[in-house]
């Protein structure tokens, strides 16, 4: 039987299981805390509106700029409102798995990625055809448990681009320069470096592309 004090903080979490702070189930995140009550800043969602993504604060004033470690970063990466999570362009490290395993639009695959130097697999829906040419696919990041329902693995891959939009920045972007930001759904809370290839306006905000990735 789940003991009382579990229980209590089980309810205050969302029950997405979504694996994003480290733990498979929010029970599991949930009996953690209940020893050690600053493991709930793991869970991205508390505090939100079951089924949201967490919300930037309103005003930059309200940003620490800095991540976990305490380093600096010029802005913040949200995902487009109209996706399921962050947008990445990847490759496989062998790029004849897209056509092997016939990856097409809706497909839900898992991998982790190389070179960036992130630790953590990651699970991704897939939102564009991909480019059996070159290999390439557009994926947006969704919550672990989704490999779990019907994922297939596609092994290492290199991160090609992030893209999203940016509402909160300590200076202004420009094209071709290389910038620290901070992804708001990365699980390690990690800063990034990228060079900023791509700009365009959006009612919400400022859509970017950033290339050449590195946790930083």
């Known amino acids: 039987?789940?003991?009382?004090?579990?229980?209590e903080i089980l309810e205050k979490l969302p029950g997405k299981d979504c694996g994003q702070c480290g733990f498979k189930t929010c029970a599991?995140?949930?009996e953690f805390a209940a020893v050690h009550p600053d493991a709930l800043k793991r869970c991205i969602y508390l505090g939100q509106p079951a089924g949201l993504a967490p919300a930037l604060p309103a005003t930059n004033e309200d940003i620490t700029w800095k991540d976990m470690l305490g380093r600096e970063y010029d802005f913040v990466l949200e995902p487009f409102p109209e996706d399921p999570g962050p947008r990445e362009t990847i490759a496989p490290l062998n790029p004849l798995n897209v056509e092997r395993l016939a990856v097409k639009k809706g497909d839900v695959l898992y991998g982790r990625p190389v070179v960036t130097g992130c630790p953590v697999t990651h699970v991704g829906v897939v939102v564009e055809d991909p480019d059996y040419l070159s290999g390439s696919i557009v994926w947006c990041i969704v919550g672990l448990m989704a490999a779990r329902e019907r994922g297939r693995e596609i092994g290492y891959y290199h991160t090609i681009a992030y893209e999203g939009i940016v509402r909160h920045a300590r200076q202004e972007l420009q094209i071709g320069r290389r910038y620290f930001f901070l992804p708001r759904m990365c699980m390690l809370q990690s800063r990034h470096s990228g060079l900023v290839n791509a700009l365009g306006k959006r009612e919400n905000g400022m859509r970017v592309r950033v290339e050449g990735i590195w946790i930083a």
């Open 28 to 30: 599991a995140l949930a």
């Open 1 to 7: 039987m789940m003991a009382a004090n579990v229980q």
